[in-house]
């Protein structure tokens, strides 16, 4: 590793810890988990998941979009402690999908489906969210969530900002009930103080076919979002590196299952760190791994202090969060990419509000099978390689379910070729492809290969 990468590595990775911690906390609390378990899960994440991936930019921990699947499977289990059986389940699962190159499932779902389903989570959560942030016999309470939800959103507008404001958010809240005292114990974090003094390793028994069944929706769901955030990490890393998809099915895999072992929630890669990360100038994956020693090392050496965070403050964080996945303008954005865009987003959203997480994003994939088999017949590609240039012709109407094909012919393409491409004019092309071929135009020419279309 170059000098100066580490020092990049050294920096980004203390500004994402700092994103990290308060969410660990809060995706724990969003969870009805234990506090610990978020931080489990954020240190294995960060240590030995980013020691797995092959991914330069991402960072892993819990996440807010599996909270509704954590929810019901603690409370179908009947505790905390029989739900980590679930997250191993789900950990194996993921190497499974992985050693089989399951990483290519993500290109057989439309992305209204996905955005459908990360916004019926960011509901989810402002709906379980509110009544932690806003209680009408707890006056402390209110004072503490609108002076976080105010520093929060004011902090985003703040440029070139180096803490982030979440964090502030925490200072604040803690210092404003040290010195006004505005809610007591019951409304504050409440870890161990030697929070491994009680540490005790999951006890393998009781698997069986509702854990299993929980396992396998979390793998599924975890492995979506997973593959979500690592396309979205390689679109934002300045470098513009490939991360092997199948490679980072695995080491989720790895990770969630030792998570499950020790104690924590599940874990996939997330977003808002990745790009929080990318966007602090982290170079290679030991920012990852950084983020993780920090989160331990806060863990061990200030439990106290971490007893001082207000749960209302971390509510308004996951309220923020919540608000980020299910802005109005996301609606309006899925409507001009076509009223079936539209539609299967929206139905995807009711859908898992309806019945949950699984069913709702499979209701949203048949639904979009219904729009692509009303439309004329699907097709293929022709493709010929004349030796400098690569013609690549739509020959009739391409769905969605062609992306992943469209995928793998454009990967395999040699990098000094020249590609052409014909069609996109006279027939129907799903909008998903296009995106997909708006991608690698803008990668081409930032790498210098000439891309044209006719």
Request: hydrophobic share 50%; glycine share 10%.
């Amino acid at each position: 590793m170059k000098v100066l990468d580490f020092k990049d590595d050294i920096k980004s990775s203390v500004v994402v810890f700092l994103v990290a911690l308060p969410l660990c906390l809060g995706i724990s609390l969003a969870s009805n988990a234990p506090l610990a378990s978020g931080l489990i899960s954020g240190i294995i994440g960060g240590i030995v998941v980013g020691a797995l991936s092959g991914s330069h930019v991402s960072v892993s921990g819990p996440a807010a979009g599996l909270t509704v699947i954590v929810i019901n499977g603690i409370a179908e289990l009947g505790g905390f402690q029989a739900f980590g059986m679930a997250v191993l389940a789900a950990g194996l699962f993921q190497v499974l999908f992985g050693i089989f190159r399951g990483g290519i499932i993500g290109d057989y779902f439309p992305t209204a489906v996905i955005k459908g389903m990360l916004g019926a989570i960011g509901l989810i959560l402002i709906i379980n969210q509110l009544p932690n942030a806003f209680s009408p016999e707890a006056m402390g309470v209110n004072i503490i969530s609108l002076v976080s939800l105010g520093i929060i959103i004011f902090w985003d507008k703040v440029p070139s900002k180096i803490i982030p404001g979440p964090l502030v958010a925490v200072i604040v809240s803690v210092i404003l009930n040290q010195v006004f005292n505005l809610v007591d114990r019951n409304f504050l974090v409440n870890l161990p103080t030697a929070i491994f003094s009680d540490f005790k390793i999951l006890e393998l028994s009781g698997m069986n076919l509702t854990v299993l069944k929980i396992g396998f929706t979390i793998a599924v769901v975890a492995s979506l979002e997973t593959l979500l955030c690592i396309d979205a990490s390689d679109k934002l890393d300045p470098e513009k590196r490939k991360t092997n998809k199948n490679r980072e099915l695995v080491a989720q895999g790895v990770g969630s299952s030792l998570s499950g072992l020790l104690g924590g929630l599940p874990i996939t890669a997330v977003i808002v760190r990745s790009s929080t990360n990318i966007n602090s100038g982290a170079k290679t994956k030991m920012s990852a791994i950084f983020h993780g020693f920090w989160i331990l090392l806060s863990v061990i050496l200030i439990p106290g202090l971490l007893n001082l965070i207000p749960l209302a403050t971390l509510a308004c964080v996951l309220l923020t969060v919540g608000y980020k996945l299910i802005k109005p303008v996301y609606f309006i954005h899925q409507y001009k990419r076509g009223w079936d865009q539209f539609v299967i987003f929206s139905s995807t959203i009711a859908a898992i509000l309806v019945t949950d997480l699984l069913i709702g994003i499979f209701i949203g994939l048949f639904v979009a099978i219904v729009f692509e088999f009303k439309k004329p017949a699907l097709s293929c590609l022709e493709i010929e390689d004349d030796g400098g240039k690569v013609h690549v012709k739509f020959v009739k109407n391409v769905s969605f379910l062609h992306k992943a094909k469209i995928h793998k012919i454009l990967s395999d393409i040699s990098h000094d070729k020249h590609v052409h491409f014909y069609g996109l004019k006279s027939f129907r092309v799903h909008m998903d492809v296009r995106d997909l071929l708006s991608d690698y135009q803008a990668e081409a020419h930032k790498k210098g290969r000439k891309i044209s279309f006719d």
